[in-house]
């Protein structure tokens, strides 16, 4: 590979790039399918590095989640142009990016990404455990006595906004109203005798398997429940990310069919305390919207 680095021209990618952007996820093994795409380029800013034919060859997105933070993610280099500084170059843009808006930038890292993050000030956090299973066996669980789990209502979602909100360290109405939209069938609350939210789970389809995720929840026992009736409208291969801490959510995943694929660790630039309440998220948006 002799092509020069100064070859490549950086620009901002639109949801006309969506097509070409694709081929760099699917390379790389990942699960985005086109609908993730268009959802992260046109909330974040979506760079590019194109090569003199054309071709994209390197991505890296921020998506700014206001006030307080943003995320960084779909830093791709196509294999052909590794090792030459480009994903350096695409996460310092993206933080760069995010940091004109007071925004400190926030990732979730494969083993290969953080040994990029971690020179330019990125820190752990925490650890989370990707499961897929091919065929789950899926049975139903009672939820904590006084709760009740079922599908969540086709209706305006911003009460549920506003209450992951406090969960999640900022609002991120574009991403919930898209997956549920999705995969209506799949979404579910669990709501107290009063009618008060206590929990939800959405899922998507992906490239290689439907994803659950988020599942926010004031305690385990209904996050378990909601795992299972989101799964029970969930056909064949399922992925889910869970923070290792949950352990007992974890333990439920594995005896129903659930194996470690893989794992990720969430870090933040230049700072060690997390922007969410990693306690009641038994599994993240996924490691592209945390
Ligand atoms: C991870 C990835 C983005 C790195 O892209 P890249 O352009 O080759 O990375 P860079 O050349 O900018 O490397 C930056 C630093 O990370 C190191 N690095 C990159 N990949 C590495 C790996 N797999 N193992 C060890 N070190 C690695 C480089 O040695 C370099 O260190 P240096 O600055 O001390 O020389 C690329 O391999 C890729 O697209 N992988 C698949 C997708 C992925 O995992 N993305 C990260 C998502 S969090």
């Not at 090569?51 to 994209?56: N, R």
């Not at 049975?139 to 979602?157: A, E, K, N, R, Y």
């Amino acid at each position: 590979m002799t092509e020069p680095i100064d070859t490549l021209a950086q620009r901002r990618l639109t949801i006309m790039d969506v097509s070409a952007a694709l081929p760099l996820s699917i390379e790389a093994g990942w699960n985005q399918v086109a609908a993730d795409w268009t959802l992260m380029v046109c909330t974040g800013h979506a760079l590019g590095l194109v090569d003199p034919a054309g071709i994209l060859v390197a991505t890296g997105i921020a998506v700014p989640f206001p006030p307080g933070f943003g995320r960084l993610c779909m830093i791709l280099v196509t294999e052909r142009w590794r090792n030459r500084g480009l994903a350096k170059r695409l996460t310092r843009a993206c933080w760069q990016a995010l940091a004109r808006e007071s925004l400190v930038a926030a990732l979730d890292a494969t083993d290969a990404g953080r040994r990029v993050y971690l020179p330019q000030g990125f820190r752990d956090q925490y650890t989370l455990v990707r499961l897929k299973a091919d065929l789950p066996v899926v049975f139903p669980v009672q939820p904590p006595s006084g709760i009740t789990v079922g599908p969540l209502p086709q209706h305006d979602l911003s009460a549920l906004c506003a209450w992951d909100a406090v969960r999640f360290g900022a609002r991120r109405d574009a991403v919930l109203t898209d997956f549920r939209k999705r995969m209506p069938t799949a979404a579910i609350q669990a709501t107290d005798q009063a009618g008060h939210l206590r929990g939800y789970a959405l899922a998507r389809d992906g490239r290689v398997a439907s994803q659950i995720g988020p599942v926010v929840a004031e305690d385990a026992a209904v996050g378990i429940a909601m795992i299972l009736a989101a799964l029970a409208a969930l056909p064949g291969p399922v992925y889910i990310d869970v923070p290792d801490r949950h352990s007992t959510v974890i333990e439920t995943l594995r005896s129903i069919g659930f194996v470690r694929e893989r794992c990720f660790t969430r870090m933040v630039h230049g700072r060690a305390a997390p922007f969410d309440h990693p306690d009641q998220i038994y599994a993240i948006a996924g490691p592209e919207l945390g």
